[in-house]
C-alpha cells in the first residue's frame, strides 16, 4: 500500500505564487509517473501536469509558462511550482502517482486527499 501526503494548498492573490508538495510512502514499491489534476465544481478532473521517471513532462495549455513541476526521486515527492496564478486556477487539487510494486510487472495509481487552491482578490 502506498500513501500520498499533500501539502501547500491556501488562499492566494492573483498573480501570486504558491508550491504544491505530495510525499508518496510505502514499501517496495517504485514511481513510474507523478503529476497534478485537478477539478473546480460543476467541472471534470483535468491534467494539469505530469513527471515520468525520465523527467519527462507535460503541461496543460492553460497553465503551461506559469507552472513548473519537479521531482526528488530520493524523497519520492513532487512540486508543483505555481506562480502568476489567475482566479481561474482556483480548484482542488489532487496529487497521482503511478507505481509498480517491487518484483511485479503491474502498475497501480494512486491519489491524493487532495489541496484546496484558491485564487482571489
Known amino acids: 500500500q502506498v500513501q500520498l501526503a499533500e501539502s501547500g494548498g491556501g488562499l492566494v492573490q492573483p498573480g501570486g505564487s504558491l508550491r504544491l508538495s505530495c510525499e508518496a510512502s510505502?514499501?517496495?514499491?517504485?514511481?513510474?509517473?507523478m503529476g497534478w489534476y485537478r477539478q473546480a465544481p460543476g467541472k471534470q478532473r483535468e491534467l494539469v501536469a505530469m513527471?515520468?521517471?525520465?523527467?519527462?513532462?507535460n503541461y496543460a495549455d492553460s497553465v503551461r509558462g506559469r507552472f513548473t513541476i519537479s521531482r526528488d526521486n530520493a524523497k519520492n515527492t513532487v512540486y508543483l511550482q505555481m506562480n502568476s496564478l489567475k482566479p481561474e486556477d482556483t480548484a482542488v487539487y489532487y496529487c497521482?502517482?503511478?507505481?509498480?510494486?517491487?518484483?511485479?510487472?503491474?502498475?497501480?495509481?494512486?491519489w491524493g486527499q487532495g489541496t484546496q487552491v484558491t485564487v482571489s482578490s
Open positions: 497521482n502517482v503511478v507505481t509498480k510494486v517491487t518484483g511485479q510487472s503491474t502498475i497501480r495509481p494512486y
Open positions: 510505502g514499501s517496495r514499491f517504485s514511481i513510474n509517473a
Open positions: 513527471i515520468i521517471s525520465g523527467r519527462s513532462t
